[in-house]
Antibody, heavy 123, light 107 residues
Framework: QVQLVQSGAEVKKPGSSVKVSCKASGGTFSNYAISWVRQAPGQGLEWMGRIIPIVGRANYAQKVPGRVTFTADKSTSTAYMELSSLRSEDTAVYYC????????????????WGQGTMVTVSS | EIVMTQSPATLSVSPGERATLSCRASQSIISDLAWYQQKPGQALRLLIYGASTRATGIPARFSGSGSGTEFTLTISSLQSEDFAVYYCQQYSNWPLTFGGGTKVEIK
């Protein structure tokens, strides 16, 4: 049973950075594609992009600011989302999610989700 | 970007009744549509993909239909654990996009 466990809630000042982790267990991390999705308070879901850990290739949604970076550490089966120059509008719950497909032809369907990490940006 | 529109925003249903949720795409996505369930404090759960294929472990009371631009999620007989927010998502084109959600509440 694959699980994704995310790091805890963060409160950050405007202009600072945050790095959210997403640790996978119960499966083969190298076979995954991990997407990041965010949800602002009271709003819907926004796909931010994904990373393929085995090759370290990241793709970002065009609407996502150039301030975001996805990385992955295969040795610890952990994916990371770092967002810099934080603004109040970055306040959201950030989710990682695993692609349904494993090992090459990605479906962009998410069968396992992390529990979410609340990031609050406030002075 | 493909815009996904869900209706209604809120659906009030009594336990045991049928719930029908709609999702419309701004252009054809063939059958590249998934449905998710979100409950407070819980991870999102994949229900349906390919517009009509139930994900592993999803009860048969959940069914999906549609193609092109119009899609439906039907919950045949609502159980207490089904009261939640439901989102549709298209994966036909990047960026992947979600609908605004339908909240299914107890009537």
């Amino acid at each position: 049973q694959v699980q994704l466990v995310q790091s805890g809630a963060e409160v950050k000042k405007p202009g600072s950075s945050v790095k959210v982790s997403c640790k996978a267990s119960g499966g083969t991390f190298s076979n995954y594609a991990i997407s990041w999705v965010r949800q602002a308070p009271g709003q819907g879901l926004e796909w931010m992009g994904r990373i393929i850990p085995i090759v370290g290739r990241a793709n970002y949604a065009q609407k996502v600011p150039g301030r975001v970076t996805f990385t992955a550490d295969k040795s610890t089966s952990t994916a990371y989302m770092e967002l810099s120059s934080l603004r109040s509008e970055d306040t959201a719950v950030y989710y990682c999610a695993k692609d349904l497909s494993e090992g090459g032809t990605w479906e962009d369907i998410f069968d396992v989700w992390g529990q979410g990490t609340m990031v609050t940006v406030s002075s | 970007e493909i815009v996904m529109t869900q209706s209604p925003a809120t659906l009030s249903v009594s336990p045991g009744e049928r719930a029908t949720l709609s999702c419309r795409a701004s252009q054809s996505i063939i059958s590249d549509l998934a449905w998710y369930q979100q409950k407070p404090g819980q991870a999102l759960r994949l229900l349906i993909y390919g517009a009509s294929t139930r994900a592993t472990g999803i009860p048969a009371r959940f069914s999906g239909s549609g193609s092109g631009t119009e899609f439906t999620l039907t919950i045949s007989s609502l159980q207490s654990e089904d009261f939640a927010v439901y989102y549709c998502q298209q994966y036909s084109n990047w960026p992947l996009t979600f609908g605004g959600g339908t909240k299914v509440e107890i009537k």
